[in-house]
């Protein structure tokens, strides 16, 4: 993963326009069955070369909503966001 939606999703739909390459998916796609947002991660590029930050964070209403995760399959990630900020499931925006 990259960036992860938690279960604290509302379903709002705040995050979906926002992303520059199209990983989010509404509740309707989430492959995992959960009725939240997704992040596909493999599609995920943590908005590097697009925002300073990423810009599903920034729109999300839900405090603590969307966490870093591990890198994965992610093309692309920030270089300044340490391993532990990624296990612990840090929220991206405090
Ligand atoms: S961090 Fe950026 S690229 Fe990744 S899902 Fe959020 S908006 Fe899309
Ligand atoms: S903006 Fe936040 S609360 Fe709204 S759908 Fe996206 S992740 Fe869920």
Redesign the pocket.
């Known amino acids: 993963m990259?960036?992860l939606i938690t279960d604290t999703c509302i379903n709002c739909g705040a995050?979906i326009d926002?992303?520059?390459?199209?990983?989010?998916v509404d509740e309707d796609d989430n492959p995992t069955g959960e009725e939240v947002y997704y992040?596909?991660a493999d599609?995920?590029?943590?908005?590097v070369g697009?925002?300073d930050e990423?810009?599903?964070?920034t729109a999300c209403p839900t405090e603590g909503c969307?966490v870093w995760d591990a890198i994965g399959d992610?093309p692309e990630h920030r270089d300044d966001i340490t391993d532990e900020q990624r296990s612990s499931h840090e929220p991206?925006v405090e």
């Open positions: 990259a960036v995050c926002e992303c520059p390459v199209e990983a989010i992040v596909h599609k995920c590029v943590e908005c697009h925002h990423p810009a599903c964070a969307i992610s991206v």
